[in-house]
């Protein structure tokens, strides 16, 4: 395991628990590679030549902008390499590997909080139809629900991510920022923040928009972009957004 | 129940099924006042001055804009009079009623999806001690989940939800949009989302920021900046929240 982060570590238990070995754990900082290491009780370096080289599969797990000087930094010879990022396409690998691929959990992970495999949507690809059937196996220990996607689809996905997860948790925050200008506990949004995403289960988004902006509601919309103009930030994505719905449900 | 949009419909629902009695229902167009006194096998009328008088509380479920012209509308005697909305002031009752309140109850309705009332928190306040009384054991018998706010925090916590709920769900449809364009199921999504939802059950949304924006990756986010640049609204809103992002967790 090539790296030690939030994805690694949830990666790296998950497969420990299916049965798989991780025989060792690289990271760039002392720290974070005994963190791990002592979780999947196994060895770790921070040196990359030092990467043993009896292993089935090496997985790079590590941030998109570090994946080519990792790669560049040890001779990978025929075996497997994947990494995990949704926004690097396969082909950064070919000029380092023989045998490669991809290999994205598409979840969102933190180091704290053990993540259910099961339903997570794994997307691989892979340099031959062998590689993909190794990768697809490996999947399968993991999770039912495998899918095949090229790079260009795999970046797509991680963009459609970035709203629909990163800006999403960030519009959590805002709410708990704005709530705590009150002195309000950010507990009272949680049956509501549970209630919208659970809704997305059985409906389009767009079938379930609620709200001023959707209802074209400008008096209430006026009222709250008075109560934000000491946040022009907040005030300004406050306006896009609305307009965004308007538009959407015209 | 004075209107037959998601609220009043969802509200009523949850009355009934509490053994409250729905006597009428008032809306302003036929066929919603039609589908909901069918719903609560009540009678109904379109016409204000038709409202029934031997009634213990109106509850006005209309939105915010509507409100005043209904209040005005009709005499309201000593009757307790509530309306249900998050960012109009209680005081918008006063001239028009004796007894009066807010009962707001903080959740996202829609018409088609019933919604558990027992962890809604409901928000109370009324313009005496007794009717305040008479709002807690009302609201104490559809929820454990009591909350008593003034006009100003109730605005709050709706101008939150805007951006916690409303906002949110707005960004799960333009992950379908984005994956869409690509000719993939929103369904791969799903996954994220409840996880991105339920980590913020135990854990502060910042604690829980992952993505491009939280670790600065100016690569990755520059691809997805060129990924958008048929979309500049979209564009521009990535940048902003981007920015946002990496301005709360510098």
Chains 1, 2 share one sequence.
Request: charged share 20%; with cysteine.
């Amino acid at each position: 395991m090539i790296g030690a982060g939030n994805l690694a570590t949830q990666l790296g238990m998950a497969l420990e628990e299916k049965g798989h070995q991780i025989v060792q754990v690289w990271s760039r900082t002392q720290k974070s590679a005994t963190a791990l290491a002592s979780k999947l009780n196994c060895p770790y370096t921070t040196d990359l030549s030092f990467i043993f080289s009896e292993s089935d599969l090496y997985i790079i797990a590590v941030s998109d902008i570090a994946i080519a000087s990792v790669l560049s930094n040890r001779n990978w010879d025929d075996t497997m390499v994947v990494h995990t990022a949704g926004s690097t396409p396969m082909s950064i690998l070919a000029p380092f590997c023989k045998n490669f691929g991809v290999f994205y959990p598409f979840q969102t992970f933190t180091i704290s909080k053990r993540v259910d495999f099961s339903q997570v949507p794994v997307c691989i690809e892979a340099n031959s139809p062998l590689n993909l059937d190794f990768l697809k196996e490996l999947a399968l220990s993991l999770s039912q629900n495998i899918k095949l996607f090229d790079s260009g689809q795999r970046q797509q996905i991680h963009l459609a991510a970035v709203f629909a997860c990163n800006f999403v948790n960030h519009f959590y925050a805002v709410g708990e920022e704005l709530l705590r200008e009150k002195g309000i506990d950010f507990d009272i949004l949680k049956p509501l923040i549970l209630e919208t995403a659970s809704k997305v289960v059985d409906q389009s988004p767009v079938n379930t928009q609620t709200g001023p902006a959707v209802r074209n509601d400008k008096t209430v919309m006026d009222k709250h972009l008075a109560l934000l103009e000491h946040q022009p930030d907040l005030q300004k994505l406050y306006e896009q957004i609305s307009q965004r719905i308007i538009q959407t449900h015209k």
